[in-house]
C-alpha cells in the first residue's frame, strides 16, 4: 500500500470555500461512498457559536451540498453528517482505484487527506490526473507494509491514548518540550541545556525542568506500553 498525505486546494469543495471566509476548521472521521454522492461524519469548530452558526448556514447553501445533519452541538463545535456530490478530486482519485485511509482536515482554505492506493502506478496516475483541476502538495509519502499495517491496528488503541496524552498537556509544557525537541536538548551532546530554555521561556531553571519531567510522565508512560508489546513480538 502506497499512502499520501496531500494538502489539497480544491475550487468545488464546500469545505474549502467556506474556510477561506469564517474561522472554522472541519475534521472528517469517517466517510461513505454512493454513485452520485459520498457520505462524511465529522466535526466543525469554530472559534465561537456564532461562526459555527455561520459556517452551517454557508455550507447548505453551497454547490454540491446535499444534506447537513447536526448530530451534536455544544458551544462551538458541532458533530454532523454531510452528504454532497463528488468533487473533482474525488472523483480523479475514486476513478483511479484510490481511497481514503485516514481523517481529512480543512481550514483556511486547503485541506490535508490521507490518501492510499494498491500500486505505484496507480498513485502515479491519480497525481497525473489530478494536477489539470487542482492545486496540491504531496506533504507525506510512505510504502507500508503488511506487517506496518497489522502494527498499527493493533496499537489503535494504545496510540489513542498517546495522543490523549499529549492533548491533555498545558500550553507551557506543550511549548517548552517543543522548544526542547527541535533546539538538540535530547541529543549526545546536548545542543540546548536548561539555562538556555530557562532564558527563552523567561522562567526559573526549576520551571523548565518541572515542566519538562510531568510532560514526559504524561507521554512516555504510553510510549512504554508500545515498547513492551514490541519486546513481546
Not at 482519485?93 to 485516514?102: A, E, Q
Not at 523567561?202 to 508500545?226: C, F, P, Q
Request: with cysteine; net charge neutral.
Amino acid at each position: 500500500m502506497y499512502v499520501l498525505t496531500i494538502d489539497m486546494l480544491q475550487y468545488d469543495c464546500p469545505f474549502v470555500t467556506t474556510s477561506e471566509d469564517l474561522d472554522v476548521s472541519y475534521f472528517g472521521t469517517y466517510w461513505d461512498f454512493d454513485r452520485e454522492k459520498f457520505i462524511i461524519r465529522g466535526y466543525i469548530i469554530a472559534k465561537d457559536s456564532d461562526e459555527l452558526q455561520n459556517a452551517i448556514y454557508s455550507l447548505r447553501s453551497q454547490p454540491k451540498f446535499l444534506k447537513l445533519d447536526i448530530l451534536s452541538k455544544e458551544r462551538h463545535i458541532a458533530s454532523v453528517r454531510v452528504e454532497m456530490e463528488y468533487t473533482n478530486a474525488m472523483k480523479t482519485i475514486r476513478g483511479n482505484h484510490g481511497y481514503i485511509v485516514g481523517p481529512f482536515h480543512v481550514r483556511d482554505g486547503s485541506e490535508l487527506w490521507q490518501v492510499g492506493f494498491d500500486t505505484k502506478r496507480d498513485m502515479e496516475n491519480t497525481l497525473f490526473k489530478l494536477e489539470k483541476n487542482n492545486e496540491f502538495v504531496i506533504k507525506n509519502q510512505n510504502r507500508i507494509t503488511v506487517e506496518d499495517f497489522s502494527k498499527i491496528i493493533s496499537y489503535s488503541s494504545i496510540l489513542a491514548d498517546l495522543m490523549r496524552a499529549i492533548d491533555g498537556l498545558t500550553f507551557t509544557e506543550k511549548q517548552i518540550l517543543k522548544e526542547s525537541i527541535k533546539h538538540g536538548f535530547y541529543e549526545d551532546p546536548r545542543r540546548v541545556n536548561i539555562t538556555h530554555l530557562a532564558k527563552k521561556f523567561g522562567i526559573s531553571k526549576a520551571g523548565v525542568s518541572k515542566n519538562i519531567r510531568r510532560a514526559e510522565k504524561k507521554i512516555l508512560t504510553h510510549i512504554e506500553k508500545i515498547i513492551t508489546n514490541e519486546l513481546k513480538d
